[in-house]
């Protein structure tokens, strides 16, 4: 397992391109499915969840090419309706797949999804829409079978804004007959972009941003070229990152709109932010303030995936700070890492309470889920010392080189790997 080797203490300083969305090219990806043909991608970042989900299209019968940041999938000689049961364990967003393919095929076999290990994660929001489209679900041990001959539109109200639930009905319901309206829908930015990207294919599709999605079903998708959102968890892990370290940083390629949340959150830590178009400035250069509450919740407020890498610029700060996770139940895992760099934070239940520490210090620590990995790898930046990330393939599924983007910004940080057994000599 490749590990992080980090001699913090040196503020960042330059600028950065902000890579494509993973979290809105996987639906994408999985939605290429829907019409029979050669969709082409830009903006798609190399990452090894976005090589999963090329694997199991690759796996169905699709051909892929990843080459720099275009992606091309031909779906014409997609010939499968199961989805392996090794890449469905690797990545939760497998789970993508179960609308594409439904429409498409009129079946689909898929296994109960793996993932980060940041909380329970059910499907069930996932199976009763599919369900109320007009899918016969079976459950068998690990294995799920939806059927149906025809899907037909309907009303779904979700209990909770579910991003991924939100996607996967929308796919299913495109092709539908009839018309489904989708309220309590979740209103990520990416959602958004997976309504573009549909209704670039002939979609009829409005309202994704809003809390009622309504979706036309119509009776055919053709392959489109379609450029993907600016990664806007990455651009949030940079900001505090230049925020932890008390440097400046520009960013460009992002969408500043798509950050508000945390935008709001770093003013009243005292962080300087400027913002020309899709360029955005951080800079810091006095100790951060405690932010008295954040409560991470669905997109427009605060975001779950930025909540660990926050809480080490809290860590930092003058003062104290309550941060309250709502949306997964187990994503504190990076709190015993960060105690051990010596950050003061105690849990009750969802809160995490953090008294701001003057210095943090270099320590091994374990990257235990991919948004945790890339908390203590701000931590190790900004910490006194030489800091070592282990389980650097969790930050893989999310970062594109994590180590080269910092490198880029003035970081003494660099990636080990462990040595090949066969030039392993002394073995
Ligand atoms: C997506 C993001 C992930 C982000 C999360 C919340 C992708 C690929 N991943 O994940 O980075 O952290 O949104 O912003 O886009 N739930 C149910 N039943 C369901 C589905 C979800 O109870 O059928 C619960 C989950 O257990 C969780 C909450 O709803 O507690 C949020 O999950 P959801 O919005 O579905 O997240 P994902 O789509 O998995």
Known sequence: MDKLVIEGGKSLSGTIRIHGAKNAALPILAASLLAAG????????????????????????????????????????????????????????????????????????????????????????????????????????????????????????????????????????????????????????????????????????????????????????????????????VAGTVMIAAAATRGNVTLTHCNPAHLSSLIHVLKRAGVQISILNDIMNVSCMSRPKAVERIVTLPYPSFPTDLQSQVMVLLSLADGFSVMKETVFEGRFKHVDELTRMGADISIDLNCAFIRGVQRLYGATVEATDLRAGAALVIAGLAAQGKTIVEQVHHIDRGYEHIEQLFQKLGADIHRLSPVPKSLDLAN
Do not use: W
């Open 38 to 233: 050669k969709v082409q991608l830009s903006n798609v970042p190399r990452l090894l969840d976005i090589e999963v989900m090329l694997d199991i299209l690759e796996r169905i019968g699709c051909t892929t090419l990843h080459d720099q940041e275009t992606v091309v999938v031909d779906t014409s000689s997609a010939n499968s309706f199961h989805v392996p049961e090794d890449l469905m364990k690797q990545m939760r967003s497998s789970i993508f797949l179960m609308g594409p393919l439904l429409s498409r095929f009129g079946e689909v076999a898929v296994y109960q999804p793996g993932g980060c290990a940041i909380g329970e994660r059910k499907i069930d929001l996932h199976l009763r829409g599919l369900k109320a489209l007009g899918a016969e679900i079976e459950e068998l041990d690990q294995q799920i079978i939806c059927r149906a001959d025809k899907l037909k539109g309907a009303d779904i109200h979700l209990d909770f804004p579910s991003v991924g639930a939100t996607e996967n009905i929308m796919m299913a319901a495109a092709m539908a007959e009839g018309t489904t309206t989708l309220t309590n829908a979740a209103r990520e930015p990416e959602i958004q972009d997976l309504q573009n990207f549909l209704n670039a294919m002939g979609a009829s599709i409005i309202g994704a941003g809003t809390d009622t999605i309504t979706i036309q079903g119509v009776s055919k998708l053709s392959p489109c070229s379609y450029t993907i959102i600016p990664d806007r968890i």
